[in-house]
């Protein structure tokens, strides 16, 4: 039964990264969210992807969600070469900006 998965695809590589991949979705089971079991494949991504580029390719990891965010500063931070945090704000462009008056 499949429960998760995490995919990558390769990006422009460069010469001090020769092979580098995006891991740009996950997904996994809600019931098991919790249980670490998205840290493991992660990491056996991470691993797989080690055996076939080598140790130094460039692996690219992003969050959004707030758990997964505070996933990738505990379990993944640690082994990162290393961690950018980038915080982005922004409102639908056909919505009325908020002026001086409004919450």
Do not use: H
């Not at 998760?4 to 020769?18: F, Q």
Request: hydrophobic share 45%; glycine share 6%.
């Amino acid at each position: 039964m499949l429960v998760g998965w995490v995919a990558a695809a390769p990006i422009p590589p460069s010469a001090a990264n020769p092979a580098p991949q995006l891991y740009y979705v996950s997904y996994l089971d809600e019931a098991l969210q919790r249980n670490g079991i998205m840290v493991a494949a992660y990491l056996c991504a991470f691993e797989r992807q080690a055996a076939a580029y080598g140790a130094d390719s460039l692996a690219l990891y992003g969050a959004v969600e707030p758990a997964m965010t505070a996933v990738t500063r505990r379990r993944f931070a640690p082994l990162a070469r290393w961690v950018d945090e980038i915080r982005i704000s922004g409102r639908r462009l056909d919505s009325p900006p908020a002026g001086p008056d409004t919450d």
